[in-house]
Structure formats: C-alpha cells, structure tokens
C-alpha cells in the first residue's frame, strides 16, 4: 500500500539526506517540459489556474512505496504529435532524470494528456 510523504530520508556516510517531494515532482515536470511535443503540464489547483501561475510540480503527483516512487504527470501536448510517442518520451525523460538526481528507482511513470494545445494562426 501505497504512504503519501512530505521528505524521503536515507542514511549516507556523513548523516542523512532528507529529499522533498515537492523538489521531486519539480525535477519531474523539468523534464517532461524538455520532452519535444510536451507544450505545458495539466493539472494543479484552481487558484493556480485562475491566476495563472506556472509551477513545475503543476499536474505531478509522486506515490512512495518502500524506496520505489511511481510518478502521476498530466501534460498538454502540441497538435499533430503522436500522443503515444510523446508519453513514452516523456516517461524515459522522467525516469532519467528523477534517478539520476535523487538516486531513488522510480517504479512506474504514468503519463495522462490533458488537453491539446493548438498553433494559433499569424496576423
């Protein structure tokens, strides 16, 4: 069963490590943002969307089980990309990135469209 947690902690040589979730979900819209295809994440709260405010943990939900995380990403995607393509790179990008920095082992990345967003046409 699955524990929501604000920290995940370890023990290293020179005392412990104490990692946010906050820091992992912003690590994981970094780099679904890079992903090419990937316009915006989808989601947040609604003050954020009334307001408009931009926060790479917007649509990104992180579940910790032991020392495996699974990550929940919601993204919009560019018109004309092919939505299964741009999931998959956007799950390698993720995992990729969430382990390399952090050095835990995500155990799955899911990856939902919110919403398409269309080039507007010029003037």
């Given at each position: ?9 370890r ?50 939900t ?30 390698e ?30 003037a």
């Open positions: 069963m699955s524990e929501s947690r604000e920290y995940y902690s023990s290293e040589p020179y005392g412990d490590v104490y990692i946010s979730e906050e820091v992992l979900e912003m690590i994981a819209g970094a780099a679904a943002l890079e992903v090419e295809g990937v316009t915006g994440l989808a989601g947040g709260t609604m003050s954020e969307q009334l307001l408009g405010r931009k926060k790479l943990s917007k649509g990104i992180i579940l910790w089980e032991s020392d495996n995380i699974t990550i929940n990403v919601s993204i919009q995607i560019r018109y004309g990309g092919t939505i299964p393509e741009v999931a998959r790179k956007v799950q990008a993720i995992v990729t990135s969430v382990e390399d920095t952090s050095g835990l082992k995500v155990a799955a990345v899911n990856v939902r469209v919110g919403g398409v967003t269309f080039e507007k046409p010029e």
